[in-house]
């Protein structure tokens, strides 16, 4: 029998009471960190929101009941002759603001270890209580592309309606689960509006912070959402993150040669088709071809796991 999910967080009174004048329906941005974000795209977006939307703290949740601290410890500080500082885990929701003044919720911090099923109920709780029409998730996956071309993304929702205007790049593939995952197939099977965006990160960025994934992560929220998330504020961490790229890449010959033969088979394959990838009439391949050649590059670079 599941415990209470109520009793894993507290709303703050005052930050409800505010959002509670504000009519709804809401939308909710969900960015929870997970064991796979290529580029650090989730961890980027999630920067710039807090950081241009003036949050507010909504919700906070248990932690000491859903971490698993020696799997994932915490950072302590220690100074000369004592700890000075402890780095304490977040799980928590905020309020924010778009450019245009606009409310929405964002769920941010560190994926719980435990009680999966009882975190999932305590969201749907918060998401009837504040009138939340759509959630919308983002994070990056590593995938055989390069940086040079235009970035993809694999999109999912609750229902097919929601990602109708996105290309199928998988058939049926089985992946180790996450937290985010399970959320959205429960809140799916309760009649609840959610979807996701996995970027397609250049799979040798993978372990580098690639802003530009951030970006694309954003600029499709914004499409689901309708909020004007301010995207071009991460346009000076891109020309920067493109400048060293393109230094790493001019002093290695290896990096370069890998590169061009991405490049090579994405235009051939673009040719093919008889134009760009990301056109709406675009001759792609099947989605089992696309998921068996994903499936051969995990294998080969992560033992054969990936995350949606």
Same mark, same amino acid.
């Given at each position: ?5 109520? #009793? ?9 009471? /505010? ?25 980027? $977006?999630? /920067?710039?929101?807090?950081? +241009?939307? *003036? ?17 994932? %410890? ?8 004592? =700890?000075?500082?402890? @780095?304490?885990?977040?799980? $928590?929701?905020?309020?924010? %603001?778009?450019?245009? !003044?606009?409310? &929405? ?10 009680? =999966? #099923? ?9 998401? #009837?209580?504040?009138?939340?029409? %759509? ?13 040079? %071309? ?7 929702? +609750?229902?097919? #309606? ?6 199928? =790049? &998988? ?7 996450? $937290? ?12 609840? *509006?959610?979807?996701? &965006? ?16 951030? @970006?694309?992560?954003? +600029? ?36 370069? @040669? ?8 994405? *235009?051939?394959?673009?040719?093919? !088709? ?7 009439? $675009? ?13 051969? &590059? ?6 054969? /796991?990936?995350?949606?």
């Amino acid at each position: 029998m599941m415990l209470d999910p109520s #009793e894993i967080y507290e709303i703050d009174p005052q930050t409800a009471d /505010e959002f509670d004048r504000i009519p709804g329906p809401h939308s909710m941005v969900h960015v929870v960190r997970g064991f796979v974000d290529a580029g650090s795209a989730g961890q980027l $977006a999630t /920067e710039h929101l807090l950081r +241009t939307g *003036d949050p507010k703290r909504l919700v906070t949740f248990d932690v000491d009941q859903l971490l698993d601290y020696r799997s994932r %410890r915490p950072v302590m500080t220690f100074e000369l002759s004592s =700890w000075s500082s402890y @780095a304490d885990p977040v799980l $928590a929701i905020d309020l924010l %603001r778009d450019a245009h !003044a606009e409310p &929405f919720l964002l769920l941010h911090g560190a994926e719980p270890d435990v009680q =999966w #099923e009882r975190y999932v109920a305590a969201v749907r709780q918060l998401v #009837e209580r504040f009138d939340v029409s %759509r959630l919308v998730g983002v994070h990056g996956i590593p995938m055989g592309v390069p940086h040079t %071309r235009p970035l993809t993304v694999t999109a999912h929702g +609750t229902r097919p #309606e929601l990602v109708a205007q996105h290309q199928n =790049w &998988f058939g049926s593939v089985q992946v180790p689960a996450s $937290a985010s995952a399970l959320m959205e197939l429960r809140l799916g099977q309760n009649g609840h *509006d959610a979807l996701g &965006f996995a970027v397609h990160v250049p799979h040798y960025l993978t372990q580098s912070s690639y802003p530009q994934a951030a @970006a694309a992560a954003l +600029t499709h929220v914004e499409r689901a959402t309708g909020l004007d998330l301010r995207v071009a504020g991460l346009d000076p961490a891109i020309r920067e993150a493109e400048s060293e790229i393109a230094r790493q890449i001019a002093e290695s010959d290896e990096v370069g @040669a890998i590169v061009h033969a991405m490049e090579e088979q994405y *235009d051939s394959f673009a040719r093919a !088709a008889g134009q760009g990838l990301l056109a709406d009439d $675009a001759q792609l391949p099947t989605a089992d071809e696309l998921g068996d050649e994903f499936e051969r &590059f995990l294998a080969q670079q992560h033992g054969g /796991e990936a995350s949606f």
